[in-house]
């Protein structure tokens, strides 16, 4: 079974930049994708970005527009999102999640995850 704990989230200044990490435990070589989405109060899970687990390629969704990178470390079973430049409108719940499936083109649906972590809130102040 794997476990995903997230952290590094809390409040922040517009303009300035955060990471959150996600350790991962339990994962197997099925792992293919570990990635981000983000719930803000009212709105849906939006897909952020997801990062090959062995392939180290990577995807973002279409409004990221450059201020967020995600990148990982097996040795550390840990992946981790990187935002500069946080705007108000970035406050939300981060959550990491795995995907024990290939196909990429699925990625920015929430269904198609197999696992998710509790969250991280990351607000953002003007």
């Known amino acids: 079974q794997v476990q995903l704990v997230e952290s590094g989230g809390g409040l922040v200044q517009a303009g300035g930049s955060l990471r959150v990490s996600c350790v991962a435990s339990g994962l197997t070589s099925s792992t293919y994708y570990m990635g981000w989405f983000r719930q803000a109060p009212g709105k849906e899970r939006d897909f952020v970005a997801a990062?090959?687990?062995?392939?180290?390629?990577?995807y973002y969704g279409d409004y990221v527009k450059g201020r967020f990178t995600i990148s990982k470390d097996n040795a550390e079973n840990t992946v981790y999102l990187h935002i500069n430049s946080l705007k108000p409108e970035d406050t939300a719940v981060y959550y990491c999640a795995a995907r024990e499936r290939q196909y990429s083109r699925v990625l920015r649906f929430p269904s198609a995850w197999d696992y998710w972590g509790q969250g991280t809130q990351v607000t953002v102040s003007s």
């Open positions: 990062i090959g687990w062995s392939s180290g390629d990577t």
